[in-house]
């Protein structure tokens, strides 16, 4: 493996605070990103990480190093960009990042279509409903639902995201069926929390205006398919994005919920660090995807 590469390991491994979680990201063995890591040390006589068995920190000159290497690795990047801007032929890795059920059905489904379209750039698509950051992370481009907050991120909407309050017919017949917002507050309400997750509300659409209602339930998860699974299984309430859950409303196997109080619209869109989206293949899946998804909405 050639230097630059070593210093590709290193600097992926301090962003993602794990040698194991680095060497994955790059598709090495653990060993095989410790050995790389043993290389620069060796190299420069310093140590540069930080090893114990549940920590991993940068000494004062790794500190140093890293802010050199990774400004080594964005200028590598943008060179190759420029290149491939004037070949017409996109060339390298897009790391990729959005939230489950978004992921699988619409984000996931694209980059086949993509790569056959330009053969010499590879994916890396991260998964997640929890929160990320897409700086640290070095993510060039982030698919969500919600509203961008982060200034410093370039943002594009896609479409606006409809969003449905259901149930199973079972659960309602049990439970009873919601006629106000406030009814909710007897409900089981399936809530998507995680880690550091703010106090959970759910904002619904009254003659009034917008309004917030704290909701709780007995479950909750950071996995939003399993909301729905949850609520397809007769468990409680469900707030999902419309397009996720239209089919098994259409064949009666969930209810709409208040329909007369919609959940506030989600914004679906992605968001970038602006240098990123100077990379043409960065640009051009941006470009690929706002076309593709926006007719779905």
Not at 89 to 98: D, E, M, N, S, Y
Not at 229 to 245: C, F, K, S, T
């Amino acid at each position: 493996m050639s230097y630059l590469e070593s210093l590709r390991v290193f600097v992926r491994v301090v962003e993602l605070g794990s040698i194991t979680a680095g060497g994955r990201d790059l598709r090495l063995s653990p060993a095989v990103a410790s050995n790389r890591i043993k290389d620069l040390e060796n190299r420069f006589g310093v140590r540069l990480l930080n090893r114990t068995t549940r920590k991993l920190t940068t000494t004062e000159i790794g500190k140093a190093f890293y802010d050199h290497a990774r400004r080594v690795i964005e200028t590598l990047d943008e060179a190759e960009a420029l290149v491939s801007s004037f070949s017409g032929k996109p060339q390298g890795v897009i790391r990729l990042t959005a939230p489950l059920g978004l992921g699988r059905q619409l984000i996931a489904p694209l980059i086949p279509r993509f790569c056959a379209e330009n053969p010499g750039v590879e994916f890396r698509l991260r998964l997640s409903d929890r929160s990320v950051n897409i700086v640290e992370d070095a993510i060039d481009l982030a698919f969500f639902l919600g509203e961008p907050a982060d200034s410093a991120l370039k943002w594009r909407k896609i479409a606006d995201c409809p969003r449905v309050l259901v149930a199973a017919p079972a659960y309602l017949e049990e439970n009873g069926t919601p006629e106000t917002p406030d009814d909710l507050s007897t409900h089981n309400c399936l809530l998507l929390r995680y880690p550091r997750s703010p106090e959970y509300f759910w904002t619904l659409t009254t003659p009034d205006g917008p309004r917030k209602m704290m909701v709780s339930g007995r479950f909750d998860t950071d996995d939003g398919d399993v909301l729905t699974d949850w609520a397809l299984e007769g468990h409680g309430i469900a707030n999902r994005p419309e397009y996720e859950v239209a089919r098994a409303i259409s064949d009666g196997r969930l209810v709409r919920v208040l329909p007369d109080y919609p959940p506030l619209m989600s914004q679906f869109g992605c968001l970038a660090p602006h240098r990123r989206l100077q990379d043409p293949k960065v640009r051009m899946f941006a470009e690929f995807a706002v076309k593709e998804l926006k007719p779905q909405f």
